[in-house]
Nanobody, 125 residues
Framework: VQLQASGGGLVQAGGSLRLSCAASGRAFNTYTVAWFRQAPGTERDFVATIRGGSRTTLYAGSVKDRFTISRDNVENTVYLQMNSLKPEDTAVYYC???????????????????WGQGTEVTVSS
């Protein structure tokens, strides 16, 4: 599967953005898809993930109640709606996918074997 992330940009603190991760390939609905982010000089951090069939979601504590991950299995796209953005949300956001992710590793970047190119989000104060 190939992933294409888009939707990043510059926004003021308190604003909103919606990121999209468009996938090509078959059986997209069987893939677990996640968003990670990486700020300059830091490691890549987990943001949110969504299962393919059950659509079960998991969020990092820092974004819970502000971000919402969803998917459209007909359009082969996963979305990340980001509200109440903060300067500390500034990062390059990556989407990632895998068909086999066990529950205990949902937040681990090593559990995902397909990655998009990243889209940059900048939140000004």
């Amino acid at each position: 599967v190939q992933l294409q992330a888009s939707g990043g940009g510059l926004v003021q603190a308190g604003g909103s953005l919606r990121l999209s991760c468009a996938a090509s390939g078959r059986a997209f609905n069987t893939y677990t898809v996640a968003w990670f982010r990486q700020a300059p000089g830091t490691e890549r951090d987990f943001v949110a993930t969504i299962r393919g069939g059950s659509r079960t979601t998991l969020y990092a504590g820092s974004v819970k109640d502000r971000f919402t991950i969803s998917r459209d299995n007909v359009e082969n796209t996963v979305y990340l709606q980001m509200n109440s953005l903060k300067p500390e949300d500034t990062a390059v956001y990556y989407c990632a996918a895998s068909r086999t992710v066990i529950s205990s590793t949902l937040a681990s970047s090593t559990a995902y074997n397909y990655w998009g190119q990243g889209t940059e989000v900048t939140v000004s104060s």
